[in-house]
């Protein structure tokens, strides 16, 4: 690792250590849109018109109702149909989500591309991950695809203290960086936007190919998820045995398996992910 890289894994590392590193929040449409939902005499309406105060995050979520994947018998063309379609969670979930959208930008080119790359990987993760959840899995899709949207949400703060700097390695170096550092961030961001503990945890944990939990849970998803968006990419995770990660196997897929069920799922998790993109 060049020594510029090295001198602000160094920082980096002091800063959270002291509590000293800027934390994002989180974007104020997916707080006013959290904060309706978890309100126990909340209605369908009530939370389509504060949803439907952002155009974009109202169509995408249009769109996903529409989409295979929901299976909807009839066409639907409005915000309140769809929220009524999704359930208030359902849609707060996927909206918190598509929100995150907009903090993936930076001024300089290469955080910019960085950012760019990293929401790209976040809604292929989420997608197979919404996919995964609904074959193997009795959890909510939903929160899986949260999940899988949120999983590197760690390297926002690690960014914006490299542009604040003025001086950034190049990619490679920042790269290694952000693989060391953004898993604990993203646990400790989750945890004080309120996040459930479960979803909280996902950042933290799914690199962790040594972890066994009691029953599957969203950290297996999203692990399973996120290597299967590596495979025969020659990353070094690919190296991994797959056969002994016990993710795999509490939702019941074999890693060694390249035809059977899961090949059978790929249309529809290319779909999951189109859709977020």
């Known amino acids: 690792m060049a020594n510029l890289a090295e001198q602000i894994l160094t920082e980096l590392t002091e800063a959270i250590e002291n ?4 934390m994002p929040t989180l974007p104020e449409v997916a707080l006013r849109i959290r904060e309706t939902a978890e309100d126990p005499d909340v209605d369908v309406p009530t939370l389509a018109k504060v ?3 952002d155009a974009a995050i109202s ?3 249009i769109k996903v109702v529409n989409s295979p994947l929901m299976r909807a018998s009839r066409e639907i ?3 309140n149909m769809a929220v009524n379609r999704l359930g208030i969670t359902y849609t707060a979930n996927l909206a918190t989500g598509l929100a995150m959208e907009q903090m993936f930008q930076a001024t300089s080119d290469v955080v910019d591309k960085i950012l760019r790359n990293v929401w ?3 809604t292929e993760v989420a997608g197979i991950s919404h996919v995964l959840c609904r074959h193997f899995t009795r959890l909510m899709p939903d929160q899986a695809t949260l999940a899988g949207l949120l999983h590197q949400i760690g390297v926002l703060p690690i960014l914006t203290y490299v542009e604040e700097r003025g001086s950034i390695p190049d990619s490679i170096s920042l790269s290694r960086v952000i693989e060391e550092i953004h898993p604990r961030l993203g646990t400790r961001i989750l945890r004080a936007w309120d996040f459930p503990e479960n979803i909280a945890v996902v950042p933290s944990q799914y690199t962790n190919f040594s972890r066994d939990s009691d029953k599957v849970d969203y950290v297996d998803i999203v692990m399973v998820a996120n290597l299967q968006t590596l495979a025969g990419s020659g990353h070094p995770y ?3 045995d797959w056969t002994q990660i016990k993710a795999f196997e509490k939702l019941g897929i074999n ?3 390249e035809e059977g069920e899961s090949e059978d799922l790929t249309a529809e998790m290319d779909a999951a992910m189109s859709l977020l993109q």
């Open 255 to 257: 890693p060694e398996d």
């Open 120 to 122: 790209q990987h976040s």
């Open 51 to 53: 949803v439907s105060n």
């Open 238 to 240: 690919t190296k991994l």
């Open 77 to 79: 063309d409005n915000i």
């Open 19 to 22: 509590e000293e590193l800027f």
């Open 59 to 61: 169509a995408r979520i």
